[in-house]
Nanobody, 120 residues
Framework: QMRLVESGGGLVQPGGSLRLSCEAS??????MAWYHQAAPGAQRDLVA????????RYADSVKGRFTISRDNAKNTIYLHMDNLKPEDAGDYYC???????????????WGQGTRVFVPP
């Protein structure tokens, strides 16, 4: 059974930076990703996805600001977020087991989420 544990959320002022981490235990899966949920009950939108070979894909809204990376030895992925905006606030979820081609789709494994606050 795979378990995903996120950390690193918190309060940051607009223009600031934050790094999220997601440590996976259990199987090592090819595709891992970060999803953003702006409000409880809202849709979870893809932020960034990465494969074991470090192939990446980003949502247009975060290109140039966010960087996804991966340490395969630690089975951990990271999301480095720069120039944060109020619209980036919300819950960030780690996901594993999805696809990256031909399109990015989430897998069945989700973490519990970590919350990011960016005040207006």
């Amino acid at each position: 059974q795979m378990r995903l544990v996120e950390s690193g959320g918190g309060l940051v002022q607009p223009g600031g930076s934050l790094r999220l981490s997601c440590e996976a235990s259990g199987n090592i899966l090819n595709v891992m990703a970060w999803y953003h949920q702006a409000a409880p009950g809202a849709q979870r939108d893809l932020v960034a996805v990465i494969t074991l070979s470090h192939r990446t894909r980003y949502a247009d809204s975060v290109k140039g600001r966010f960087t996804i990376s991966r340490d395969n030895a630690k089975n951990t992925i990271y999301l480095h977020m720069d120039n944060l905006k109020p619209e980036d606030a919300g819950d960030y979820y780690c996901n594993a087991g999805g696809t990256i081609v031909p399109e990015s789709k989430p897998g069945i494994f989700w973490g519990q989420g970590t919350r990011v606050f960016v005040p207006p």
